[in-house]
């Protein structure tokens, strides 16, 4: 007798059992479980074979023989003897290994691996694309990729799923199907690029999240940056001067930039998603008219700058060879005949004269904590050096600087006289309304937020 078993015991293939060569007893198209019940045969050697039923490939299965015969299906039976065999056909399992990206549109190609070899249709695989459905064997597999023509794989993140653990691996069972992905996932790319109106070879500084910072000019190659995972990314214009102004696109439609009016950087966060090429273009407009700057700026950028608010270093970049130029500084706009002057009485300054002014002290250093006079001096100077250097103006602006001058005259104002609360020079309570409100308006010029037709900027 000859029985069929199967691993699994469920699978669906049919075989003709087989002794001597010959389909016998119950043995055509016999199922899993099937048998060709006892068949009566002659004293002697005899031999025992399956071949495929209907719609059966044996190259599915791996066969083994058993029971009372031998592996090789040979058995011998003495008179009155009974003996049962049985073939045993385990079915192979199968995988699929399916090539996922994101975007879906991904154009890569990718070489799809079952143990490290290249499989079925998986050369050159492109997004959609898979192995087939490949025949293996029974226990531990894994599954991988290499990269295709014209691809790299750092361009990507890449993740095994489906049927299969994250490192690829797989123990495959009897009659299994396993269908395992890889998905790439395409980092994104980012490119930014500086115009100057009207050209120019001036070098600006950037920075960008996650790179080090990096310069542009109007016409050097713009920065590409590959393989950024996704997330938000931060690109700035740093310290661009006074009376410049700049705008900015991204992927050609107009952003706001977030603009610090003391440091002049000028900054946008740029979400970026899997895939994505996304091209910012920074445009600086050179002056007239262009933005203001804090009194804070004023400070930096001066050859005299000390401490932590600053250390020259702005200074001597604007004046090398090859910077914007010293007249965006404080000492190209406190010499004399600037339009700075009169300061009150005051018609000339040094850097240190100017930085203390603008520190809300006397010239000399003396302190003036709380002074209304000198907390609005510090903004006029401000505001006037920003005129100086053609940044724009506004009308609201030029009436606030004639009666500004009107009052430090009133007041006899030359940079080192005091207004205590009491005492001969104490201020009317107009005079000191008068400052604080002037003090706000040149605070708020300066700033870029007075509005009125005045540069304006975040």
């Not at 071949?51 to 490939?57: E, K, N, Q, R, V």
């Not at 009052?407 to 207004?419: M, Q, R, T």
């Amino acid at each position: 007798r000859v029985n069929k078993v199967c691993a699994p015991t469920s699978d669906t293939g049919l075989f003709d059992l087989r002794i001597d060569g010959a389909v016998a007893g119950t043995g055509d198209d016999a199922a899993c479980g099937g048998t060709t019940g006892f068949v009566e045969v002659s004293i002697g050697a005899h031999t025992v074979s399956e071949l495929a039923g209907s719609g059966t490939d044996l190259n599915n299965y791996t066969s083994v023989i058993g029971g009372e015969c031998a592996s090789d299906g040979s058995v011998s039976l003495a008179a009155g003897q009974n003996k049962t065999c049985t073939i045993t056909n385990t079915r192979k399992p199968t995988i699929r290994v399916n090539k996922v990206c994101a975007p879906t549109g991904d154009v890569g190609a990718f070489n799809l691996q079952v143990d490290n070899a290249t499989v079925g249709t998986g050369a050159n695989a492109a997004c959609g694309g898979t192995t087939g459905v490949i025949v293996s064997s029974v226990g531990a597999h894994s599954v991988g990729e290499t990269a295709g023509t014209n691809t790299s794989l750092t361009n990507y993140v890449s993740v095994i799923g489906g049927d299969c653990a994250a490192n690829g691996s797989i123990t495959l069972s009897a009659g299994q199907n396993a269908v395992c992905t890889i998905t790439n996932s395409r980092k994104a790319v980012l490119i930014v690029d500086k115009v100057t109106v009207g050209g120019g070879t001036q070098v600006f500084d950037f920075s960008q999240t996650g790179i080090s910072n990096f310069q542009l000019a109007d016409a050097t190659i713009p920065k590409k940056t590959v393989d950024i995972l996704p997330g938000n990314v931060t690109v700035c214009e740093l310290a661009l001067a006074v009376a410049w102004d700049v705008t900015a696109t991204v992927n050609g439609a107009p952003v706001v930039l977030t603009i610090d009016g003391t440091t002049g950087n000028a900054c946008r966060q740029i979400a970026l998603a899997y895939g994505d090429s996304t091209t910012i273009v920074f445009t600086n407009s050179p002056p007239p008219g262009g933005q203001t700057r804090t009194i804070g700026y004023w400070k930096n950028w001066s050859s005299c700058a000390r401490g932590a608010d600053g250390d020259g270093k702005q200074f001597v970049k604007a004046t090398s060879p090859g910077g914007i130029g010293i007249q965006f500084t404080l000492d190209g706009n406190i010499g004399a005949g600037s339009s700075v002057y009169p300061l009150g009485l005051i018609t000339e300054l040094t850097c240190e004269e100017a930085v203390q002014l603008l520190s809300k002290n006397a010239k000399d250093g003396g302190k003036r904590a709380g002074d209304p006079i000198y907390n609005m001096v510090a903004q006029l100077l401000g505001a006037k050096l920003n005129l100086n250097a053609r940044a724009g103006g506004c009308a609201v602006l030029s009436q606030a600087l004639i009666d500004a001058q009107v009052l430090l005259v009133a007041v006899n104002f030359d940079g080192l006289n005091s207004y205590p609360k009491n005492g001969p020079a104490s201020l009317t309570t107009l005079q000191k309304s008068t400052a604080i409100t002037l003090a706000g308006i040149f605070g708020s010029y300066n700033e870029g937020t007075l509005g009125g037709g005045c540069p304006t900027h975040v």
